[in-house]
């Protein structure tokens, strides 16, 4: 009899290890497919990233930058919208959305670094800026680079791009592009989502996109009626009266353009 108990308790033990065992890999599983959501490829479900009928034009861009950069750049301004313009074309962004991110990480001061060390116009931290340079096959040396206007564009834009596919809603992604990723995406893993830390950052950039346009549009405005009237040729004196101001480098290399 205490021989049958011993195989009976024993018997109870065994099943109660498989169905750990069972219950440890259910786990994993579904670890594992969650991961696997956030891996592949997702495109946002609202409209805060996308190109449309109403995006700015070139002219509109460059007025912005006329209107925002330093004196250094301001004549570069034309270069540098096409250059967005062109980036937010092959990636599928609405250029307004680009600026207002822009106004909101560094106020277009291509000098502008962070406490934690994030550098340009659309603040990017050093490390950030080799993984994207080296995942698009982009040149990039040293932090130094990324106070170049053009450079830091290109990065900030691909940057975004990847964001967009790996997070389901803007809100998320622009959440991603402040904490970084791997806070997001452990917020996401334990069943919810609260960017309550950087409520204010998304909702102002999600805003500031509407108040580019406006902006935008309405220098262009200005300056074709000054073009009309005869005045400078380029809309960067047509809307400023400008000291002699330091030449800057010249448009961006091809290779930027990807």
């Not at 440890?24 to 609202?46: I, M, P």
């Not at 004196?71 to 034309?78: C, D, G, I, T, V």
């Not at 092959?90 to 822009?102: E, N, Q, T, W, Y």
């Not at 909702?203 to 509407?210: L, N, W, Y």
Request: proline share 6%.
């Amino acid at each position: 009899m205490a021989v049958v108990r011993k195989r009976l308790r024993e018997g109870v033990r065994l099943r109660r290890d498989r169905v750990q065992v069972l219950r440890s890999f259910a786990r994993q599983f579904l670890w594992g497919v969650a991961l696997l959501g956030l891996v592949f490829t997702h495109e946002v479900s609202d409209e805060s990233f996308a190109a449309g009928p109403g995006n700015m034009t070139v002219a509109e861009v460059e007025a912005v930058f006329v209107k925002r950069l330093p004196a250094k750049w301001k004549p570069r301004a034309r270069a540098l919208a096409e250059h967005l313009h062109h980036l937010c074309e092959r990636h599928g962004f609405d250029p307004a959305f680009v600026l207002s991110l822009i106004h909101k990480e560094s106020s277009f001061k291509p000098n502008a670094r962070s406490k934690v060390g994030a550098v340009g116009l659309m603040q990017f931290l050093p490390t950030t800026a080799k993984y994207v340079a080296k995942r698009n096959k982009l040149p990039y040396r040293s932090r130094q680079d990324l106070k170049d206007p053009f450079v830091n564009l290109t990065l900030g834009v691909h940057y975004l791009a990847y964001l967009r596919r790996k997070f389901e809603t803007t809100d998320q992604a622009l959440a991603a592009y402040n904490l970084g990723p791997t806070r997001v995406r452990v917020m996401i893993l334990n069943g919810y989502f609260d960017p309550g830390p950087v409520r204010k950052y998304v909702d102002d950039i999600k805003a500031g996109r509407s108040s580019m346009k406006r902006e935008g549009r309405e220098l262009a405005t200005v300056a074709s009626y000054a073009a009309a009237l005869s005045g400078p040729e380029h809309l960067w004196e047509r809307l400023t009266l400008l000291p002699e101001a330091e030449a800057a480098p010249a448009a961006a290399p091809a290779v930027y353009r990807k």
